[in-house]
């Protein structure tokens, strides 16, 4: 191991834990924070709930950053199996191995057979692979979006995070020797099992009220004007209060504010509103409940808010 291959340490304290996300320009509040340090500290899975764009899944691209840990994601999807989710074998490869040695005229089946199965030909899933060791530390493994996979897999999932191991017939137990950092995210399209809750540190993660959102628009987009950032935070703010099928999260917002500045905008106003709520909503519903006499007078009430707080 090389003096740039030493393992950061983890986090302190809370307060440190807070500045470690801040470095990546993500500005957690004091409860996530918490128990992130919490998680980091008992060697516990953390367990994110929240809607879409809230920055669930952001909170372990920035650990894996933040402490030079290796990032390994597991995206879930309905269907995922241990194929998917841990490992397989090279069918392909193990095939032209075994005509390989007939073709040598190797004639003992139980050799060709434990030499196929040996770990040269074993393709290693996102599971396997963080319960591999690093010479930088235990890697970050996000399993993201456990909501969208099957129950059966859910099922399994509990397993290895049991015991932080998993079992391949043909080679054995394979076991982590660290616990990886643990990231689940669900935006909670079905409810997860209290067996897999109970044996993580569970954060709601929710949508920041007007003051972070600013300081998230302002260090993660530092190139847009001042008073255009306050109108776009303070709008969205307002239309999470509506009745939207899906609300815009932290994600929009950013993608929305980027977009007025690529358009040189320098204060909202009814037309463009209407032309860009592309960009802040995803549904065609949400966008007709918003005609133009809708923003105006949502854009009237923000600039009271605003002359109000001058």
């Not at 306050?230 to 980027?258: C, H, I, M, N, Y």
């Amino acid at each position: 191991m090389t003096k740039n291959d030493q393992p950061r340490p983890l986090p302190a304290s809370i307060d440190e834990t807070q500045k470690l996300l801040a470095r990546a320009n993500y500005l957690a509040d004091r409860s996530l924070a918490t128990v992130l340090f919490l998680a980091l500290k008992m060697g516990r899975p953390i367990f994110l709930e929240g809607e879409a764009g809230v920055g669930k899944t952001e909170i372990a691209k920035v650990l894996g950053e933040t402490l030079g840990r290796r990032l390994i994601r597991l995206q879930c999807y309905e269907g995922l199996d241990i194929a998917g989710a841990v490992y397989e074998w090279n069918y392909g490869a193990q095939m032209i191995a075994i005509r390989v040695a007939e073709a040598e005229g190797e004639g003992d089946r139980a050799r060709i057979a434990h030499d196929v199965f040996s770990e040269r030909f074993l393709i290693k899933r996102p599971l396997l692979q963080a319960l591999e060791a690093d010479t930088a530390g235990p890697p970050v493994l996000l399993i993201d979006e456990l909501d969208r996979a099957d129950e059966a897999f859910e099922a399994f999932l509990l397993e290895v995070l049991s015991d932080y191991q998993v079992t391949i017939p043909e080679l054995g137990t394979v076991k982590a020797a660290q616990r990886p950092i643990v990231v689940i995210t669900s935006n909670r399209t079905r409810e997860i099992h209290d067996a897999l809750k109970r044996r993580c540190l569970y954060h709601w993660v929710g949508y920041p009220n007007a003051e972070r959102e600013l300081a998230i628009v302002r260090a993660k987009a530092p190139g847009i004007a001042a008073r255009l950032s306050q109108e776009v935070v303070l709008f969205v703010q307002s239309l999470r209060r509506e009745d939207l099928f899906k609300a815009p999260g932290v994600a929009e917002t950013l993608d929305w504010a980027t977009a007025l500045s690529e358009l040189d905008v320098v204060a909202l106003d009814p037309a463009i509103v209407s032309d860009t709520l592309g960009v802040l909503l995803k549904y065609q519903d949400d966008i007709v409940r918003l005609d133009g006499a809708k923003v105006k007078a949502m854009l009237d009430e923000m600039r009271a808010e605003l002359r109000a707080a001058e």
